[in-house]
Every structure is written in structure tokens, then in C-alpha cells.
């Protein structure tokens, strides 16, 4: 079974994955990335972290079942880790949500969990983050809305008001579809 977690950029969402219980019959899928590693990530564990030439080569090998740009950088699935499907009961991916609803549609069965919050949240949060600037604050907001137009494709739609609720919703949807 293949659970696929998105939703809007500014929801949240890898605090919350980081959160979620770490069942052993759960594999975590790990993206490769052109991105460079942040201060409270490792290598491996996060990401695999690659040049653009790499991932470029991983293209042409066709290694990826999906991949994306996002913010100007590659992030990519390798179709090595859904072949996990084989030991374990169920697959987490975390991706943006061109990338997941790729995935949904390539993969029927998988469950599509969407996660999402109020635009006046979102701009309170992209202000804690120092982002002041209306403009900016406006392409972000418009971007959400662009991304909220395919939730409908998600089986699951979660509005994040609180984090350990938001948690504590999708470990009960992975529990219950695994039982
Ligand atoms: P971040 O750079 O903040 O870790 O991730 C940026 C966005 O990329 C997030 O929305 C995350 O879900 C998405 N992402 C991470 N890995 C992948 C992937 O392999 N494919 C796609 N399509 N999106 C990904």
C-alpha cells in the first residue's frame, strides 16, 4: 500500500512527517535532491543529496517514477524505493503535490492524503519565517490555490489547525488501511 502525504508549500508538512509513529511495517520513502542539506538534516536519512549532472543522469537512466522541480531545485523518487513495497506493508511519500497526484494516478491503489491550512495562517507563518514582503506573500498564496485546485484527486483532505491533531489523523488513516 502506497500513501502519498502533500498539500500547499507553508502547511507544515515535513514537522508533521517527522512526527508520525515509525511502525516497522512502514517504510519511509527517501527523495534524491539538488538541494543543498539544511543544518537539522543527514544524508541518507532526509535525502539523498546530488548534483544536478547526477540527477540529470538519473533521468536518462530512467531511475525516477517521478521527479519535479520545485523552488529551483530536482527532487526526484527512485523507482528503487517502491520496490520497498516488497518488505514492507506500506510506503510513505512525502512530495509536492504535482509529483503526488503523478503518483496517484500511475499507482491507483495508493491513498492520497492532502494537508492544508487557511491562507491566513499560511501568511502568518511565512511572517514568522521573516518573509515579509507582500509580493512575495501574494505568489506564495496564489501558489497554494494553483495546488489546492487538485485536491480533489487526495482521498483524504486534513485541515492542519494543530499539529499533533494533524499527526495523530493520518497515523489513524495509516493504521486503519494496513490493519
Ligand atoms: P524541502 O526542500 O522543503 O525538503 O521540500 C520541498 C518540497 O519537495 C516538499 O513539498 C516535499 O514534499 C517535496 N518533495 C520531496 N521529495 C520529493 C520527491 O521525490 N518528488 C516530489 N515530486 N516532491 C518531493
Known sequence: MIFV????????????IKYLDRQDELYFSISYTTRPIRNDES??????????NQFNEMIDQEKFVEYEEYGG???????TELSKLSEYRALVLDLEVNGATNILKEYP???????DINNRELKKRLKIRGHEDETFIKTRINLADKQRDKKGQFE?????EE?????NKINDIIY???L
Do not use: Q
Open 43 to 52: 544524508k541518507g536519512i532526509d535525502y539523498y543529496y546530488i548534483s544536478e
Open 5 to 16: 502525504i502533500s498539500g500547499p508549500s507553508g502547511v507544515g508538512k515535513s514537522t508533521i
Open 73 to 79: 531545485y530536482m527532487y526526484g523518487t527512485a523507482r
Open 109 to 115: 491503489n495508493s491513498i492520497g492524503i492532502f494537508i
Open 163 to 167: 499539529i499533533l491533531t494533524t499527526v
Open 156 to 160: 483524504y483532505y486534513i485541515l492542519n
Open 176 to 178: 486503519n488501511r494496513i
